[in-house]
């Protein structure tokens, strides 16, 4: 299987025929493929993802960071995304890493922080979370007040980083239909032509620069014209700024 949205595609027609695809709310609880995404990196990959799901019909849970390098779930870009793929039926979960409070004790309190914010963007409630990096312990604690997925033992199958592990993603249909088997595609790594993971880190640091570039711009523009005015103003009052 290669990493493109024709494959993914192909794989998810196929697969709606013969199991249940669902997100984590939706599922029966029994059996079914829990289809979850753990946007890692930025959310413009996954509103592509997220497009191709939902003109195929299917629903899935999409994992947001609030503590990422690479985006905040509060920029007007990300609010957007995350609003839309959430008032479209798919489900919106915390994807949670202890690591920005490493040297704090009251992780508990953190997850909630974090939780108030999507739920905040989103105007509905949070019910799963899961972590980001599975070797953190949060992966094995219990939360009462959600439901946390990385400690579920539902069978596991994720394409992180690019490998599936040779495991055949079309051979955990069968498997779907007795039992749950949660299935983790990362967004970043799937496009309209196969790409190798140097490609990709490429590709995203260049959208980082274009949009750096456009918002220096933006934010220089506005600062040369009140720069301008106060200098205009000054100037009228007799202040000379040549040296
Ligand atoms: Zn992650």
């Known amino acids: 299987m290669k990493f493109t949205y024709h494959d993914y595609k192909k794989f998810l027609r196929f697969a709606k025929k013969e199991t249940n695809i669902t997100s984590f709310e939706k599922s029966n609880g029994k059996n079914g493929i829990l289809l979850r995404h753990d946007v890692d990196f930025y959310p413009t990959f ?9 003109e195929l019909n299917v629903t899935s ?6 503590t990422a390098q690479t985006y905040n779930p509060n920029s007007l870009l990300s609010k957007r995304i995350i609003t839309e793929i959430s008032e479209s039926g798919f489900e919106i979960g915390l994807h949670f890493t202890v690591l920005p409070y490493e040297k704090e004790k009251v992780i508990t309190e953190r997850i909630l922080w ?3 914010v999507l739920e905040s963007i989103i105007q509905k409630p949070i019910t799963n979370i899961c972590s980001h990096n599975t070797r953190e312990e949060t992966c094995n604690i219990y939360f009462p007040e959600f439901i946390n997925i990385s400690n579920n033992n539902n069978v596991f199958i994720s394409d992180s980083r690019m490998d599936f592990k040779e495991i055949d993603l079309y051979k955990i249909i069968d498997i779907s239909k007795t039992e749950l088997v949660q299935v983790i595609i990362h967004p970043l790594y799937w496009a309209d032509k196969e790409r190798t993971f140097n490609d990709i880190i490429n590709k995203f640091q260049e959208s980082m620069l274009e949009w750096a570039d456009r918002e220096l711009w933006r934010t220089n523009s506005f600062i040369n014209k009140r720069c301008r ?5 000054k100037i009228d009052q007799g202040i000379n700024f040549n040296t």
């Open 114 to 116: 974090e939780v108030a």
């Open 46 to 54: 996954a509103h592509d993802m997220f497009k191709i799901e939902k």
């Open 61 to 66: 849970t999409y994992f947001f960071l609030t």
């Open 229 to 233: 005015k106060f200098k205009e103003k």
